[in-house]
């Protein structure tokens, strides 16, 4: 009998996992995802006018905001048949490729990277030496002698003044902790330079979406967005001018640092490409839509089966039948309970809490378990890089190259495309997926100055509610994968509606056939150097990037006040 350990709360991530194990041997062998709040989101729907719900759903998070807005408001889209004016498709995009870039940033560089950067060690580095291995990896404004000795002096007053703030509580000395002084250093100076860096993406947002978090630009039919050359209250030249400023400044720092830090940290943990793999069916959607009508698309998505890219099945439109007719839910290891047997398409979702307490063969999660065509799927950048390498897409073949032989020459040995398959392997893939999309933020920028110059200034298109039921799916594919919303439409108000986010593909509980969810499956046979110390789960779970709080929303069924504020 092994070791049993919990990690209750996993931390660093938004909202709250527990992660059960069995360490035996040195070794995980067996793991439970629990998601410990519930989502009623789709309670607070019911009966409401679908052109709200983008607002609504959009505060089922404060980190994943943008994405519920864009799904929801495609969801209705879907359902109406609509199309979207070319330069309200511009705009979304270019918010939804600003926040993505920021969200990949702040996961790496704020999220994970503690869980393989010793901080103290950093105490002992050459601030010199460090800026020589810097300079000799990229040409960062930020490497040289000067910023690492400032760095060094910064830690060092956290150090001397026993409050180490940001940096407090890691797994400082941990036996499973192997970069040298150096390269700590380095990771920690580009961690603070990061926290300006992200800015410069949210600025982007805040500009088009008119504050960040929580957007406030979309409508369905299109954006809020009013477009001229001469006048200061909308979006003009001027406020675009200022956008691609920071574009250019965020791909100075994903190229010349994002990229290269997480091929060097991969270099070092090269062992690490052998534990995480989990379940290798990848799902992804296509994505940044280049037409009116969905049916174009500047970032492909599908369907690989057991890691074999020979696989690849294509998800083509908005109206793509393969994709609406492949995803349902269980809930046979989740508190809930449906009505009928069996799982459930989102379109005939239920939303009805069925608490039993943690009980690890029976219900233990308040996430329910999707499949496709009933099988269980990892979601997020590592899905997407590799749909999209199996699409031949050029942007990411070049990135992923650039990643792998980074990555091969600083370990000095070759290492290849299998290696994705791993913890280390969906950092390296979010830094890849990062690259191209911060490429494609600048295309957009073009492809919408360019069209205003054309004379087209049309955001919007009102929609028209016909009598009847409709039926729509939004989905998007957001930082950490595969996100859709299902909405079922009576007479104009919501009769239904149903979420499936990325951390429910990935976080979720057994599924109707007893098989482990991704999180589950990726922490068997990882190491475990001390299970006091479990860095090795966090390592695992975290280059997931779990958003627990996207499975919660709550309510109060009698309609009573949550709380009232009052302004003096």
Request: charged share 20%; glycine share 8%.
């Amino acid at each position: 009998m092994g070791t049993r350990i919990t990690v209750d709360p996993v931390t660093r991530i938004e909202g709250h996992l527990r992660i059960d194990c069995e360490v035996d041997g040195g070794k995980i062998t067996k793991a439970w995802s629990s998601g410990q709040m519930w989502r009623g989101v789709e309670l607070i729907l019911l009966g409401r006018d679908p052109r709200d719900a983008w607002t609504i759903t959009q505060r089922i998070c404060g980190v994943c905001t943008t994405v519920h807005a864009i799904a929801s408001v495609r969801a209705v889209e879907n359902a109406l048949q609509m199309e979207v004016p070319l330069n309200a498709q511009y705009i979304r995009n270019l918010i939804i490729l600003a926040h993505a870039v920021h969200d990949h940033i702040v996961h790496f560089y704020h999220l994970s990277a503690l869980d393989w950067v010793d901080v103290t060690s950093a105490l002992k580095a050459d601030p010199d030496k460090t800026a020589g291995l810097a300079e000799s990896l990229s040409s960062w404004s930020g490497n040289g002698k000067q910023q690492m000795r400032a760095v060094k002096d910064r830690l060092a007053g956290f150090v001397n003044g026993g409050q180490l703030g940001i940096f407090t509580n890691g797994y400082w000395g941990h036996p499973a902790m192997k970069l040298s002084p150096e390269v700590n250093l380095m990771a920690v100076s580009h961690y603070l330079q990061a926290l300006e860096i992200q800015r410069k993406a949210n600025k982007i947002v805040s500009i088009l979406g008119s504050k960040t978090p929580h957007i406030q630009n979309l409508a369905v039919g299109g954006v809020a967005n009013a477009l001229a050359t001469d006048s200061p209250s909308v979006l003009t030249v001027e406020r675009l001018l200022a956008v691609k400023t920071w574009i250019d400044e965020l791909a100075d720092f994903v190229k010349n640092v994002y990229l290269i830090d997480v091929a060097a940290i991969g270099a070092f943990y090269a062992d690490w490409t052998k534990y995480g793999a989990g379940v290798t069916n990848y799902l992804s959607v296509p994505d940044i839509p280049l037409d009116t009508k969905g049916t174009q698309f500047a970032l492909p998505g599908g369907f690989i089966s057991g890691g074999d890219l020979a696989s690849f099945k294509p998800i083509k439109t908005f109206n793509d039948e393969y994709w609406r007719k492949g995803v349902e839910e269980s809930v046979k290891h989740s508190w809930y309970k449906y009505d009928a047997a069996g799982p459930l398409h989102p379109y005939k979702g239920e939303t009805k809490p069925n608490y039993t307490d943690f009980k690890e063969n029976e219900k233990y999660s308040w996430l329910k378990s999707p499949t496709f065509y009933g099988k269980v799927a990892q979601v997020g950048p590592l899905a997407r890089v590799v749909n999209m390498l199996a699409a031949g897409h050029e942007p990411t073949k070049k990135y992923a190259t650039l990643a792998l032989d980074t990555v091969s020459a600083l370990a000095k040995t070759k290492v290849g495309l299998s290696a994705m398959h791993s913890t280390i392997g969906r950092h390296a893939a979010r830094a890849i997926s990062c690259a191209v999309q911060v490429d494609m933020l600048a295309d957009q920028w073009s492809l919408l100055v360019n069209n205003i110059a054309k004379g087209d200034v049309t955001t919007f298109n009102k929609p028209v509610f016909p009598k009847g039921e409709q039926m729509g799916v939004g989905y998007h594919e957001a930082p950490r994968g595969v996100l859709s919303h299902w909405v079922v439409i009576g007479d104009g108000k919501i009769k239904n509606y149903q979420c499936v986010v990325p951390s429910t593909w990935n976080a979720c509980p057994r599924n109707e056939k007893d098989e482990p969810g991704p999180y589950e499956a990726s922490l068997i046979g990882n190491p475990m150097a001390n299970p006091e110390l479990p860095l090795e789960v966090l390592r695992t779970i975290h280059s997931f990037d779990p958003c627990i709080a996207c499975a919660i929303h709550v309510t109060d069924k009698d309609g009573g006040d949550t709380f009232t504020v009052t302004a003096k």
